[in-house]
């Protein structure tokens, strides 16, 4: 059984950091697409940033240089290490996973790349 499990939200000050983390199991995450994805509400989901099965990253633009992300294949889990915080970045972020098989060509940063998801994480900056 696929299960996707995210971790590590929470508050955080504006300048602030806070790392999320996405547990795996009934799959190997190295060889699945595996993304950060975000929604406030009333808004569509977004992607926040991703990997593909060959270890190349992807980031939204407004993101990048802030946040990364990075795979523990050993332990099956990625992690989404957020700093210099905004306001805006208040979410709820999910973790999110594609077979190898359909997501060579997607645009992982996108929602509709994904089939597998997790419950989401709030994550809240504060000014």
């Known amino acids: 059984q696929v299960q996707v499990v995210e971790a590590g939200g929470g508050s955080a000050p504006s300048g602030g950091s806070l790392r999320l983390s996405c547990t795996t199991s009934?799959?190997?995450?190295?060889?699945?697409?595996m993304g950060w994805l975000r929604q406030v509400p009333g808004k569509r989901r977004e992607g926040v940033a991703a990997?593909?099965?060959?270890?190349?990253?992807s980031y939204r633009d407004s993101v990048k240089g802030r946040f990364t992300i990075s795979q523990d294949n050993a332990e099956n889990t990625i992690y989404l290490q957020m700093n210099s915080l905004q306001p805006e970045d208040t979410a709820m972020y999910y973790c999110a996973a594609a077979r190898s098989s359909s997501c060579q060509y997607a645009d992982l940063l996108s929602r509709s790349a994904y089939t597998y998801w997790g419950q989401g994480t709030q994550v809240t900056v504060s000014s």
């Open positions: 990997v593909d099965i060959d270890g190349n990253t």
């Open positions: 009934g799959f190997t995450s190295s060889t699945y697409c």
